[in-house]
């Protein structure tokens, strides 16, 4: 499964943003998609995750700012970001777990895919 994630860029504080990824490839079914960021010198941490059931998960810092959404049909996940501060600015990328085809109808073993990652620079 192969993402592709665009939409980044640079922006003013409490400015708005909205990331997509769009994921092709053949797989079974998805467990759940979410994005992360990177910030010089951070590691990686969590932003939001989206689970199959619908069931969302943001990180603290960005509760009530941002949203992950998802459309099936485009196959592609959003995330938005409104009111973005300057600790926002990071290299955000999209990643999604699920499971490939097995035998039949059956899922078979899973897979863990990460987009290529966008930048987002916030100014003050």
């Known amino acids: 499964v192969q993402l592709q994630a665009f939409g980044g860029g640079l922006v003013q504080a409490g400015g708005s943003l909205r990331l997509s990824c769009v994921y092709s490839?053949?797989?079974?079914?998805?467990?759940?998609m979410g994005w992360y960021r990177e910030a010089p010198g951070k590691e990686r941490e969590l932003v939001a995750r989206?689970?199959?059931?619908?069931?969302?998960d943001y990180a603290a810092a960005v509760k009530d700012r941002f949203t992950i959404s998802r459309d099936s049909a485009k196959k592609t996940v959003y995330l938005h970001m409104n009111s973005l501060k300057p600790e926002d600015t990071a290299v955000y990328y999209c990643?999604?777990?699920?499971?490939?085809?097995?035998?039949?109808?059956?899922?078979?073993?899973?897979?863990?895919?990460w987009g290529q990652g966008t930048q987002v620079t916030v100014s003050s």
């Open positions: 990643h999604i777990v699920g499971k490939l085809h097995g035998k039949g109808w059956s899922p078979g073993r899973s897979f863990d895919s």
């Open positions: 490839g053949s797989y079974h079914s998805i467990t759940n």
């Open positions: 989206l689970s199959s059931e619908g069931d969302h």
